[in-house]
């Protein structure tokens, strides 16, 4: 199957850019992820991959095919893409049963009747709803109405397979359910996959590749690996996870040394962090840290393994059932973290590794 490319996508509705210089390519049977917060622009680039909506200028083709192309003004009708369809309400036919749901799109790209029964059942299979197939919606439940979305989905054959907060109408546990099985799906079927949601979990379990979007950018790609690590702005490291984004100044940065002094506003405490290229004392920076690479203790010998400790106040500590979390004062500034214990005391020792630190150097 061919590759998807997105290249200088821009967009805007009424005068206001919703989306800008957005580039990227997705390889063939890759699972790709368009994540980002509400109202981002997830959505209006799906469509404008869909041909749903017109894009202001840039291109988008699939392998040789240009669907759209602002400098020659090329436009391919959505209905001659083969693209594969589904949104979070799943739009199924109600006064229609599941095969016959599942026989319009074959229909419309006018696929013999004698063929439609076969790939209908085959797409109702994949999904493990087949012995549904003469039910009507109504008598389904939501994972259900789910799962055949998907099979109309897929039940023509797409190139490409469009995919738009398609779990979210779903309860927890089935959501973690709908995962597991939407993942081996796509493994199975090999169809290039452009998902679309607000949930990095989600994001971060199903995708090869993650699009991080903000306010109508594309602020990073990457693995999920790759996303979570070397976040790319402070920004990507403050939605992906849980990470405390604190203020900064450099107050050591001597050229032998493979870390630098930061001194925490509000605080006064410093940290070292390992050294990122072209910072330079008395600059001013962001300090990313994990909620979850901080450590805790009430002891303050086992400094040494860390290399940073900073002197806490317990603000909160709330139990989770797995671990605790706490809020913690560092004079003025507020710090999330978690640990498997509940400390008695009003203070704790905060420990953290040069190199689990983020730095970002202020624009
Ligand atoms: N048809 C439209 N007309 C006007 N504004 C729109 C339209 N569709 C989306 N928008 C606006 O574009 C921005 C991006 O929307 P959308 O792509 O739906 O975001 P997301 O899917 O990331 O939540 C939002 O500010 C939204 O209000
Ligand atoms: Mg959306």
Redesign the pocket.
Known sequence: MPELVVKNLEKS??GSK?LQDIDFTVADGEFFTLL?P???????TLSCIAGLETPDAGTIRVGERVFYEGGTRTTVPPEERNLGLVFQSYALWPHMTIADNLALPLKLRKVSRSRQRGLIDEALAKVDILPLRDRYPHQLSGGQQQRVALARGIVYSPEVLLLDEPLSNLDAKMRDQARTWLKSLQRDVGVTTVY?THDQVEAMSLSDRIAV?MHGRLQQVGTPAEIYETPATPEVAGFIGRCNLLEGVITEAADDHTSVRVRLDGTGQHLSVTRPGGVREGQRVTVGLRSERISLDDRADVAGQYGNVLQAKIAQCSYTGARFEYVLSLDEVTVLAEAPVRYQGKEVNVFVRPEDCLLYPAP
Do not use: L, R
Request: glycine share 24%; charged share 10%.
């Open positions: 509705f009424a919703v980002g509400s109202g981002c622009g997830k959505s209006t679309v979007f």
